[in-house]
């Protein structure tokens, strides 16, 4: 049985317990934030990486939902579909960074990109959430949302050391890393696609 098979006759067959255990695992992020959690998470992250970037997607919809609720202005969907393309790609990419560098670096021998994948969504999705609600409050809004970014670094940080057994240092060296190359990769692209657009605009004006 391959891994498309795996994740549809998983999700198909029991989606109500499949929708349990994600939000299990959010709860558990939110509440219970210990390596053991995340280690719990990485154990049964078979078959849960198609789902892992359906919960991405999810969230991109989300956050397309909740600032139209609070602007009170309706977006063009064109940014949602735009969300929906690069967030997925650019967290995958992040943590293949991180993989990267965990068997590159320091030797992994094992293969913990699924799990760390499971770990990474199952950080962002619902502590962003609580970024997005937090940043409503006036004021203290945009400081209560720095902290909450800070806060979630450690617990990437936390969750890689416990998935992979990197030593702490390690870990946030891995983090940093995958960090810095994935911000330049999005920024490289993004001049890039810029440069695209405006070549095509002058050519099809000219």
Not at 29 to 37: D, E, K, Y
Not at 73 to 84: C, D, E, I, R, Y
Not at 107 to 130: H, K, M, Q, S, T
Not at 139 to 160: E, H, K, R, T
Request: hydrophobic share 60%; proline share 4%; net charge positive.
């Amino acid at each position: 049985m391959n891994e498309t098979e795996a994740f549809l006759r998983k999700y198909l067959n029991d989606p109500i317990a499949s929708l349990k255990e994600w939000l299990t695992s959010f709860g558990k992020v939110l509440i219970n934030p210990r390596p053991q959690t995340f280690r719990e998470i990485a154990d049964h992250s078979a078959g849960n990486l198609r789902a892992a970037v359906l919960w991405m997607v999810v969230f991109c919809c989300l956050l397309y939902l909740f600032s139209t609720l609070t602007t009170g202005v309706v977006l063009s969907p064109v940014p949602l579909l735009s969300f929906m393309l690069v967030i997925p790609t650019a967290i995958l990419f992040w943590v293949f960074c991180m993989h990267f560098v965990y068997r590159l670096l320091f030797r992994g021998r094992f293969n913990l990109y699924d799990g760390l994948v499971c770990a990474a969504v199952c950080i962002l999705i619902p502590v962003n959430l609580v970024r997005a609600l937090l940043l409503v409050i006036p004021f203290a809004g945009p400081l209560l949302s720095w902290l909450v970014i800070a806060y979630q670094v450690i617990l990437v940080v936390v969750a890689v050391q416990a998935i992979t057994h990197l030593k702490y240092l390690q870990a946030i060296l891995a983090v940093v890393v995958s960090t810095l190359i994935t911000a330049s990769a999005i920024y490289l692209l993004s001049i890039f696609l810029l440069r695209l657009a405006s070549t095509t605009a002058m050519l099809l004006l000219s």
